[in-house]
């Protein structure tokens, strides 16, 4: 089993639509999540982290974390073309390294 | 504020060779962590680097090495070139130790090597 697990997509979603991107992990005492946003050709950058239980906002974005299901996942809504990319599930494991997935990508139709 | 530094590009070398690649992280971040990234198996931590002493390091042969220097730039060397070694190799900088868990990863834009 993969120590971070996320479904490769392609996730396709029409433009002002909600896209919903899972991720699973292994670890249970992984403490610590993030979100990086990876365009084609370009380096990771993040869009979201997040540490305890239940939901975090900002502004389009939303983390979910669920500690006993091993799952967090992430929302975005009134998806846009230029939200097109590839989201890498990452988390901080107990062996206090980032463990990142292999990515799903995400294609907005205009 | 500048950003990751990655030096060079891109790069070409054949089997059996070595590689050096270079990380200037964001000022005033001691910690320089770097990852191989393909296609099939994603960002891989090989490891990471803090007040010039690794503190971590991925599952990856010996012949994946590194350093930082005082001014917290720093190198990776890949010895003996494989096929297989071919990759984006990226490196991140944060400003707290990964272990704290709550640092965000600032990445360069990668050193893209081909082995052939």
């Known amino acids: 089993q993969k120590e971070v697990e996320q479904n490769s997509g392609p996730l396709s979603v029409p433009e002002g639509a909600i896209a919903s991107l899972n991720c699973t992990y292994s670890?249970?005492?992984?403490?610590?999540f993030f979100w990086y946003r990876q365009y084609s050709g370009k380096s990771p950058e993040l869009i979201m982290s997040i540490y305890s239980n239940g939901d975090k906002e900002d502004g389009r974005f939303t983390a979910q974390l669920n500690k006993a299901s091993q799952y967090v996942s992430l929302l975005i809504r009134d998806s846009q073309p230029s939200d097109s990319a590839t989201y890498l599930c990452a988390v901080n494991t107990g062996t206090y390294k980032y463990i990142f997935g292999t990515g799903t990508r995400l294609k907005v139709l205009a | 504020k500048a950003g990751v530094t990655q030096t060079p590009r891109y790069l070409i070398k054949t089997r059996g060779q070595q590689v050096t690649l270079s990380c200037s992280p964001i000022?005033?971040?001691?910690?320089v962590s770097w990852y191989q990234q393909t296609p099939g198996q994603g960002l891989q931590f090989l490891f990471e680097?803090?007040?010039?002493?690794?503190?971590n390091k991925g599952n990856f042969p010996g012949r994946f090495s590194g350093r930082q220097f005082s001014n917290s730039r720093s190198e990776m060397n890949v010895s003996t070139l494989e096929l297989g070694d071919s990759a984006l190799y990226l490196c991140?900088?944060?400003?707290?130790?990964?272990?704290?868990?709550?640092?965000?990863?600032?990445f360069g834009e990668g050193s893209r090597l081909t082995v052939l």
């Open positions: 680097y803090f007040s010039e002493t690794q503190r």
């Open positions: 670890d249970r005492v992984s403490q610590s």
């Open positions: 991140a900088s944060s400003s707290t130790l990964l272990a704290a868990g709550t640092g965000e990863l600032f």
């Open positions: 000022s005033g971040h001691r910690s």
